[in-house]
T-cell receptor
Framework: QKEVEQDPGPLSVPEGAIVSLNCTYS??????FMWYRQYSRKGPELLMY????GNKEDGRFTAQVDKSSKYISLFIRDSQPSDSATYLC????????????FGKGTKLTVNP | GAVVSQHPSRVICKSGTSVKIECRSL??????MFWYRQFPKQSLMLMAT?????????EQGVEKDKFLINHASLTLSTLTVTSAHPEDSSFYIC??????????FGPGTRLTVT
């Protein structure tokens, strides 16, 4: 079993839809959870960063972490064509090595 | 966020040659940086972690003699793919640690070995 599982999609939604992206992980030692957005042929950029369980909201984006079920989510409200990208979840332990473990990424297309 | 550049953005080389990829932090100094490799439709796979002034720590399965990393200064790191082969063709991305597990990624280098 991979440490971080993420459905690669692709996922296609109409503009204005609510998008739900999800990952599961197996290592209970993971404490830090991140979502990165990666446009085609570009490096990833950090979208959301949360520590331990709970919700975090930033504009149209909400990140949720449920450590009891080892499930992390990213919600995008009022999705826009500019949100079309690949979204990668990532996790890290408290080990201090700062190594990130990434999911495969979900390719999202928002159609105008 | 921090600005990280990579050069070149794309390179094509012949099998058996060596290729050097530069990664620069443009607006801050970082003691720790990472090199990743990403195959099509695959996740980013960490290749190595390096700290300025010391030897890189390679992940299991990554040949340190093939992928030479030099973290010469707080703003520059290089990855040299030696004796490249077609199976080394991939998207190589560097990142700098911003602390608290935040990482700032470069735009990536597409390597094609013919």
């Amino acid at each position: 079993q991979k440490e971080v599982e993420q459905d690669p999609g692709p996922l296609s939604v109409p503009e204005g839809a609510i998008v739900s992206l999800n990952c599961t992980y197996s290592n209970s030692a993971f404490q830090y959870f991140m979502w990165y957005r990666q446009y085609s042929r570009k490096g990833p950029e950090l979208l959301m960063y949360t520590y331990s369980s709970g919700n975090k909201e930033d504009g149209r984006f909400t990140a949720q972490v449920d450590k009891s079920s080892k499930y992390i989510s990213l919600f995008i409200r009022d999705s826009q064509p500019s949100d079309s990208a690949t979204y990668l979840c990532a996790t890290a332990t408290q080990g201090g090595s700062e190594k990130l473990v990434f999911g495969k990424g979900t390719k999202l297309t928002v159609n105008p | 966020g921090a600005v990280v550049s990579q050069h070149p953005s794309r390179v094509i080389c012949k099998s058996g040659t060596s290729v050097k990829i530069e990664c620069r932090s443009l607006d801050f100094q970082a003691t720790t940086m990472f090199w990743y490799r990403q195959f099509p439709k695959q996740s980013l796979m960490l290749m190595a972690t390096s700290n300025e002034g010391s030897k890189a720590t390679y992940e299991q399965g990554v040949e340190k003699d093939k992928f030479l990393i030099n973290h010469a200064s707080l703003t520059l790191s290089t990855l040299t793919v030696t004796s490249a082969h077609p199976e080394d063709s991939s998207f190589y991305i560097c990142s700098y640690s911003g602390g608290s597990y935040e990482q700032y990624f470069g735009p990536g280098t597409r390597l094609t070995v013919t």
